[in-house]
């Protein structure tokens, strides 16, 4: 199983980024998948999450209408398109997979259910 982020840097406030997370090893389109962040000296953090076939999404309060994400079924990827960005959105930010069989007992935000992680990338806002 593999998960591998792309797409981070380093961008000015108010900037944008796109990030990407590549997934092989496991049957993608029957996982959940979501996007985490940690900041330096803090706590993983949720930021948003994405069900199977892309119809629900849920994201954090503190990225709503400014983050997007998406999936690509057919390409095995999922996506976070970050606008409007903040100094406080500096993380390392990580995708990572779970494998539900039924949205009634989807909890999106809560990490210990994600079953795969993968590397992250370093995302630095600039003030």
């Known amino acids: 199983v593999q998960l591998q982020a792309s797409g981070g840097g380093l961008v000015q406030a108010g900037g944008s980024l796109r990030l990407s997370c590549a997934a092989s090893g496991f049957t993608f389109e029957r996982y959940y998948m979501g996007w985490f962040r940690q900041a330096p000296g803090k706590e993983r953090e949720f930021v948003a999450a994405?069900?199977?076939?892309?119809?629900?999404?849920n994201y954090a309060d503190s990225v709503k209408g400014r983050f997007t994400i998406s999936r690509d079924n057919a390409e095995n990827t999922v996506n976070l398109q970050m606008n409007s960005l903040k100094p406080e959105d500096t993380a390392v930010y990580s995708c990572a997979a779970v494998l539900i069989r039924s949205i009634a007992v989807w909890e999106p935000s809560n990490d210990r259910r994600y079953d795969y992680w993968g590397q992250g990338t370093l995302v630095t806002v600039s003030s």
């Open positions: 994405i069900s199977r076939n892309g119809y629900r999404t």
